[in-house]
């Protein structure tokens, strides 16, 4: 499964416009930044996800105030790093760190990104075979689409991987 | 990612469209409010039970359109 198709392409519009604006002005400017574009949807086997294991991943930012280290979320380069948390975890506990979201929702709310409740109720109504008991988080802003590719998406797939799960959530903020 | 059925959701039709994800669930929700109003667990559940039961098909899938919005449409 290619992630970034045309990458070198992508890359080297990416490096001498968005990137170079920035090295040069210190600022961003998004009105020249190309998203990644792929052709190639991945082919794959359903799964009966009343008898799977699914795990959640999230791009909100979502990390444990008390003992981790926030996202670097000013960054104007992004964050290519992730955290991990017990999808029990209280939502008293979750603090976010992502700078390109307005957070009046998630706030009030945390189930608007994270359905961690929503996701224990469904396992007890049998939708859901079982839920992987950790949570994959990041923050979502990542213009360097390369990064993502090479950083955060081999820790992401070794962790998936080991978890046993099926199946994979993604709820991007 | 091998072998693992994923799926996702997006306000974002645009973005999400050019990565081409092999199940997808675009609503009309906003930036930051991906799964539905707060507070509003019926259409949260709504939006990732629809997310979800994608995963039992075969991808890739056409995209899924709800039209699940944070104000009545």
Known sequence: MVMLENRDTWYTYFKDNWLAHYEATGETNFKIYQHPKNEHAPSGKGVTLSQSKLILITSAGGYLKNSQTPFDAPNPLGDYSLRTFPTSTPFSEIDFAHDHYDHAAVNTDPQVLLPLRHLEALVTEGIIGALHDMVISYSGYLPIATRTVDELYPEVLKLVNESGAQAALLVPS | ?73
Request: glycine content about 6%.
């Open chain 2, 1 to 73: 990612m091998n072998g693992i059925a994923t799926t996702t959701t997006s306000w974002n039709a645009g973005v999400s469209r050019l990565v081409n994800p092999p199940r997808l669930v675009i609503t009309k929700l906003a930036r930051g409010a991906t799964l539905g109003k707060p507070h509003d667990s019926d259409q949260q559940r709504r939006v990732l039970l629809a997310t979800l039961n994608r995963l039992n098909d075969d991808a890739p899938l056409d995209h899924l359109i709800l039209d699940e919005a944070l104000d009545p449409q």
